[in-house]
């Protein structure tokens, strides 16, 4: 079937509206008594608005976009980890560890041959953390390369 | 004769040293992000947010900045489409017509000067027009009550996709998912927590900024994986400047109608830098006729359409300066800067942060003084620039992201919402839904619903407030209009654009 993404993407969008919208019927009407505007009168358009997009995706959907499958889905996913694990791992290793691993897995994964695409990371991650806590003195975490 | 008085005001801001170097460095950045693959103007400028807060620049220092790196990547487009026939960013498409003809015939050097220049009067006449035009719209706009704002903001939602545009269901879909996010948080006017879920994190609100953020680069990153197009291009020779002055001075006129063109599609709602420049490019094949030789290397073919560009991207500042309301991509991301500068953008901004205005306004005229500057001595740079493999681009690009975002509140909360927002928008744009609509929904949602509010405590409680004026009534029509036209004249126009871009008998 043609149009399929479209078709869920508007089904999707029909939940959420109206998941939003119901929300935004629980609230409790504020201190003072209700006015015009509510809290919910803005939220309400705007899931009405919602669920009218969504319909009109599940009738009319357009053609479908070429989806990565297999090896590109797989790198796509690789490279959702890196920037994950990235975030996770600032904080602990420190700006210039993690930054190193992460550019270089990145370009790596891109295409660059390993050590070029590491050096890269290395290089790049001590220009910029000289640069902002330095120059710019700025607080990038230093993590285990701290200096006690 | 007050206007000047103003201007005067705002070189004095800008020909400070310090906001002069700004300018030169965003000048300088700007032209690199126009001319790099997968690094278009918006992305460039909604990355360079986090780092101009967080240095804790001066407000129009920061628009200084930013402003001429939006400046600056209009320049460094042209470069790609020449050399490459790639175009860097969209609105330089046009200009591979007959740019990438004339570097064949060994004119490269020659196409990049003209063209530098006919950017610089482009960039020039545009910024005359913002001068003349934008305070006179201001004090227009200072007339205009909520219900008119109201339906303003639904007119900059329902122009955004363009004319070209091709389902205008899904910019209205975008949008509303953009303002859905922005009632997140506390309500400013009652204090109800709406969506909140009891997330400490998200009493505030979503931040806008690393939406952008994650919308743009971290989407971009996301499309490059899939793509592998990792490795770049082949080096490119520029060769030696032949370019003689009569032939410069026979391109006057070109520049001159390409620049205004530019300019008037510009300011117009819907239009935008990449029609600016069809037009300018259509408009002299027809005026020349047969005396020029379109698609095979004309240099007015070059002239047109970069006047045009650089024209239009001047323009669209005026509707972002004096309403509030961009009508573009990357005037969205200078929109998010002034917002989250606490300056409230529209027509009170000329009167109460008349510094910052006319400041940016004069940087405009400097920026492209320097750009012209940068751009003919250092096009070598550049082009060599050109070929740095995304593969080692981009993650640093990513990096550059994470340590803004990060450095703005110290915390990897921000990160993790980031790279949502990042898969989101690579979902989004596989499906065709713009993203550029969903950051204006971000900025504009808060602005929307307090004027809705007001309107309608001014009318107690009659909805019918909202179309009530005349002015307001033609916002709704325009609007309404737009949305349809794509319909109608869309696939036309995009047949013409399509078939101009096939009729070069080089686009290889």
């Known amino acids: ?30 201190f003072g008594g209700a006015e015009t505007v509510g809290p919910e ?48 791992l600032l904080e602990p290793l420190g700006f210039v560890i993690s930054t190193t691993l992460a550019v270089g897995a990145l370009s790596w994964r891109m295409g660059a041959n390993p050590r070029s695409a590491f050096v890269t990371g290395l290089i790049s991650a001590v220009v910029v953390f000289v640069l902002f806590n330095y120059g710019l003195s700025l607080n990038l975490p230093a993590g285990l390369l701290e200096v006690h | 004769m007050e206007t000047l008085g103003f201007l005067m005001e705002g070189f004095a801001v800008a020909l400070t040293p310090y906001n002069l170097m700004f300018a030169l460095l965003g000048a300088f950045a700007g032209t690199l992000i126009g001319c790099m693959p997968g690094l278009g103007p918006a992305n460039g400028v909604a990355i360079l947010i986090p780092l101009a807060f967080t240095l804790g620049l001066p407000p129009e220092t920061a628009m200084i900045l930013l402003t001429s790196v939006y400046a600056g990547a209009m320049y460094g487009g042209r ?24 570097a064949r015939k060994g004119r490269a050097a020659d196409a990049l000067a003209i063209s530098a220049i006919a950017s ?29 704002y109201f339906a303003l903001f639904l007119l900059a939602f329902a122009t955004l996709g ?31 927590q709406r969506y909140t879920f009891g997330v400490l994190e998200l009493y505030e609100g979503i931040d806008f900024i690393l939406a952008i953020v994650g919308l743009f680069a971290i989407s971009e990153l996301l499309f490059f994986v899939e793509s592998r197009m990792g490795h770049g291009r082949e080096k490119v020779s520029v060769g030696k400047l ?41 408009l002299e094949k027809q005026v020349l ?28 500042l005026v509707p972002m300066l004096t309403l509030g309301v961009p009508g573009s991509g990357t005037t969205a991301v200078l929109l998010a800067m002034l917002i989250s500068l606490n300056i409230t953008p529209g027509p009170l901004m000329f009167t109460q942060n008349a510094d910052i205005v006319w400041g940016v306004i004069a940087a405009l005229l400097i920026g492209n003084v320097l750009l012209l500057l940068l751009n003919i001595p250092l096009v070598g740079v550049f082009v060599r620039l050109l070929s740095v493999p995304p593969m080692y681009l981009l993650p640093i690009v990513t990096m550059v992201a994470f340590v803004g975002i990060y450095s703005i509140s110290n915390s990897t909360f921000d990160l993790y919402f980031m790279v949502a927002f990042g898969i989101a928008g690579y979902f989004l ?43 307001a009534k033609s916002f709704w029509l325009v609007a309404g209009l737009s949305l349809a036209l794509p319909y109608l004249v869309g696939p036309l126009l995009r047949r013409r654009m399509n078939a101009a871009m096939k009729e070069s008998p080089v686009s290889d």
């Open chain 2, 79 to 102: 470069i790609s489409s020449i050399l490459l026939n790639i175009p860097g960013d969209e609105p330089a498409m046009m200009t591979c017509l007959d740019g990438y003809p004339m």
């Open chain 1, 41 to 88: 009168t803005f939220p309400t358009i705007l899931a009405v608005v919602l669920v009218a997009g969504g319909i009109y995706l599940m009738i009319k959907p357009d053609p479908d976009a070429q989806w990565p499958l297999g090896k590109s889905a797989l790198e796509l996913v690789v490279s959702l980890l890196v920037l994950v694990v990235y975030a996770m």
């Open chain 2, 162 to 192: 363009g004319i070209t545009g091709k389902n205008p269901m899904k910019t209205v879909i975008a949008a509303t998912l953009g303002i859905m996010i922005s009632t997140v948080g506390i309500d400013i006017s009652t204090g109800t």
């Open chain 2, 120 to 148: 610089f009067s482009g960039g020039l006449i545009g910024t005359v027009g913002l001068i003349m035009l934008a305070p006179v719209l201001a004090k227009f706009a200072l007339s205009f009550g909520p219900a008119e």
């Open chain 2, 429 to 471: 744009r596989k499906l065709e839904i713009p993203v550029v609509p969903i950051i204006l929904g971000l900025l504009l949602g808060p602005e929307m619903e307090k004027n809705l509010g007001h309107a309608l405590v001014l009318s107690d409680g009659d909805w019918s407030i909202l179309w009530a004026s005349t002015l």
């Open chain 1, 1 to 30: 079937m043609t149009g399929f993404g479209d078709r869920i993407l508007g089904l999707g969008l029909m939940v959420l509206a109206v998941a939003y919208g119901w929300v935004a019927q629980q609230w409790p009407e504020p």
């Open chain 2, 242 to 282: 032949t370019l003689s002055f009569r032939e410069l001075v026979s391109t006057i006129p070109t520049q001159l109608r390409g620049g205004v063109l530019g300019f008037i599609s510009g300011v117009l709602p819907g239009a935008g830098a990449s029609l600016g420049s069809f037009i300018s490019y259509t």
């Open chain 2, 289 to 316: 006729g047969k005396k020029g030789k379109f698609g095979e290397g004309d240099i007015r073919g070059v002239v047109a359409p970069e006047a045009g560009n650089n024209g239009a991207s001047s323009g669209a």
